[in-house]
């Protein structure tokens, strides 16, 4: 199978020296590996999504001197795909709507004991599973006024686990991972339930999520090596529960180390003064850039 990989940016902000980063090693990696490297822009969540912040990322990436196959994939014109995956879940009894918004989220979890940690996992506060007895609503995917839907995950976990595999599933980590360690990652049943719960899978603005997209994306791009930052590794975990609920191949993971500050802060787009395009306006030269990311030029 060829080496094949991707960069996937959202176009919310200018790229950041983190960005110039993943997509570089990415680029690279695909190069060493005689594969493909390929862009998806990752613009589903319309109400920050802008035209020029698109134009921008092609921009920088052509300035950074990476190439990549046209068209592009965009997120936003997969919502068919979307949603008939929402339909398939939902008639699997795998989902279900949620009226609960994040007052009622923080107020569910903190009532019983006052002052305890409340469990949070990649997308905040794990669900407290109010709403979860609406599962049993049936009929065509519901996309009501004021409601999200989510995956019942302990459902989910039901229906995937095997007797061969005891509720186990796994990844491979060819990157670093959080512990500094590659290999062969497990997730269990358990973590699942305990640190990503039930998880959104649409948003009422957007009509998928984050997760739900990307494991459908990276299929259809036929992605084999999924190259992206440490901060996504936790989120992978649920990546591949939705891999085998919906058939969809487990590529091989490469979550690589964040590009920090001074101050060991994490870089994020409103960083404006690393922006790649000021580092171009400034007068710095790729090599520039990959030596302050510490890539080999
Ligand atoms: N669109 C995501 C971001 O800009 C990246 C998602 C991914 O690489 O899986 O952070």
Known sequence: ???TTRFAPSPTGPLHLGHAYSAMLAHDMALQNNGAFLLRIEDIDRSRARPEWEQQIYDDLEWLGLSWPTPVMRQSDRVDTYQAALTSLWDRG???RCTCNRKDIAAAVSAPQEGAEIPTGPDGIIYPGTCRANSNVRGNVPFPEGAVLRLDMAQACFVVTTHSDHGQHHFTETGYGPDGQGGKVLVTDQDLIQTAGDIVLARKDMGT?????VVLDDAAQGITHVIR??????????HVILHRLLGLPTPLYHHHTLIRDDQGKRLAKRDDARAISKYREDGYTPEDIRKMVGLPL
Do not use: C
């Open 1 to 3: 199978m060829t080496f």
């Open 94 to 96: 795998l989902m279900f």
């Open 209 to 213: 999520s984050y997760h739900l997209s």
């Open 229 to 238: 930052g440490q901060d996504l590794f936790e989120a992978t975990k649920i």
